[in-house]
């Protein structure tokens, strides 16, 4: 996910890669009396103040027999862990560098039963690597003591730790553990579920990474906590997609229209440009035929005067077809709602202004589209003051909409994953991973800017 941001890591390391350095310093830190293996169990260590241990003055020589022991398997999960003697900024005291666990590691598999803790593991990794700084969020500001003590206890290179401010967005929740949460009870797939706010989420929804190098560029950074409306980072995507997205022709919701006079004998080309304000940056063809499909919300029986698009009385344009629509007849279900249309075109210069410009397909190919907004209805989801009953409890069950037959230009037939287009008067949409061969599915990423004028 770095280098889809457009940096190229100097090197990709995981602190398994050194579970035998970290051990090995772990039994230093014993023989230099600054360790010690304790059996205190986990609710008796939780709280602000714990008991102290009784076997903080355990002799060096039986702490380092029982680290071995750990190591070994001699305990059950839970009945021995490896303390350090410091206490951390916020008053914590002996704070535990090594827990029982008999899970299998994902890189190491079961050649290890005893892992290092956060505040044992980072700053040590960090002076394996020789960094300069270690770059921070402020909530691990109060382990920087934690961090200087434990390389200084040890005689090692210690790297600087600076922290910055969060950045937090509403809507959403970024903790692993609370989504984690989401994915274990359904309520989204998986970590790259589009509504999500990962990088992986970000890149299948479409999110192009120049977009959120300029929304963190916008920001800038600083020591304060901060939380951002999506609408800025929407914003930001927006500017980047406006040009770099080709237009593309998309209905959603199709309705039928038969045009009784098509001017052709059979269906004709039309070009339709990819960049509509850029007519240079290239153009494709499109079929224009007797049956076409609009958009079911572009004609309205009964409108009223600010209702710009096709109704019995009033005409429409159509885009790139320079031609004008007339209704003649509309054909009904049993429930009211309209299931054809049939009209008359004229050529744009020959009939009296229209009103506005709708978008259309004719013979076009099936695709599914995937509309997405907020998964949570209150702007902080994790606040018991504004949701009381958690997070899960305000999830949004409207926050993805599948269209399974939408209808899309045969231009888009070739895209593949992750391609990014606009359809107009639509919004910008992305290729989710999903599609297959012939059944292509794209995900909105974000929806268009609000015009007064689209009606």
Request: charged share 25%.
């Amino acid at each position: 996910m770095v280098e889809w941001l457009g940096y190229k890591p100097y090197k990709i390391t995981h602190s398994s890669d050194y579970f035998q350095e970290l051990y090995d310093l772990a039994v230093e830190l014993i023989k230099r009396g600054d360790a010690y293996v304790c059996h205190q169990k986990a609710e008796d260590l939780k709280g602000h103040n714990p008991p102290p241990s009784p076997w903080a003055n355990r002799p060096i020589a039986e702490s380092l027999a029982l680290f071995e022991d750990m190591k070994n398997g001699m305990f059950d999960e839970g009945a021995a862990t490896l303390r350090m003697r410091t206490v951390l900024e916020e008053g914590k005291v002996d704070p535990v560098a090594y827990r029982i666990k008999y899970v299998a590691h994902h890189r190491t598999g079961t050649k290890w039963c005893i892992y290092p803790t956060y505040d044992y593991t980072h700053c040590l990794c960090d002076s394996i690597e020789n960094i300069t700084h270690s770059l921070c969020t402020k909530e691990f500001q109060q382990r920087r003591s934690s961090y200087y003590w434990l390389c200084n206890a040890l005689d090692l290179y210690c790297p600087v730790q600076w922290e910055y401010g969060r950045l937090n967005v509403n809507y959403t929740v970024v903790s692993k553990r609370k989504i984690a949460k989401l994915i274990e009870t359904q309520i989204v797939r998986d970590w790259d579920d589009p509504r999500l706010f990962t990088l992986t989420a970000l890149r299948r929804r479409g999110f192009p990474p120049e977009a959120l190098n300029n929304f963190c560029a916008l920001l800038g950074v600083t020591m304060s906590e901060m939380a951002i409306d999506p609408q800025l980072l929407e914003a930001c995507v927006r500017n980047v997609l406006n040009e770099t997205a080709p237009r593309h022709l998309v209905v959603l919701e199709p309705l039928k229209v038969t045009i009784l006079n098509f001017p052709h004998k059979a269906a004709v080309a039309v070009e339709a440009l990819d960049f509509p304000e850029k007519p240079e940056r290239g153009k494709h063809t499109i079929q224009f035929a007797p049956v076409i499909y609009i958009e079911r919300s572009d004609f309205r029986k009964d409108a009223d005067k600010n209702f710009k698009r096709l109704t019995p009385t009033q005409h429409v344009g159509l885009r790139y077809a320079n031609v004008v629509l007339e209704v003649k007849k509309v054909i009904e279900g049993a429930d009211g709602e309209p299931l054809e249309l049939h009209v008359e075109c004229k050529p744009l210069g020959d009939a009296e202004k229209p009103k506005g410009f709708i978008h259309w397909v004719a013979d076009p190919i099936v695709v599914e589209a995937r509309l997405y907004e907020r998964l949570f209805r209150h702007k902080s989801p994790e606040d018991p003051s504004e949701v009381p009953g958690g997070f899960l409890s305000d999830c949004n069950p409207d926050s993805m909409r599948v269209i399974p037959n939408a209808l899309a230009d045969k231009s888009l037939a070739g895209a593949k994953v992750y391609d990014k287009f606009q359809f107009e008067r639509v919004g910008f949409f992305s290729v989710d991973p999903d599609s297959i061969a012939d059944r292509l599915v794209f995900n909105r990423t974000v929806s268009l800017k609000e015009d007064a004028a689209k009606n």
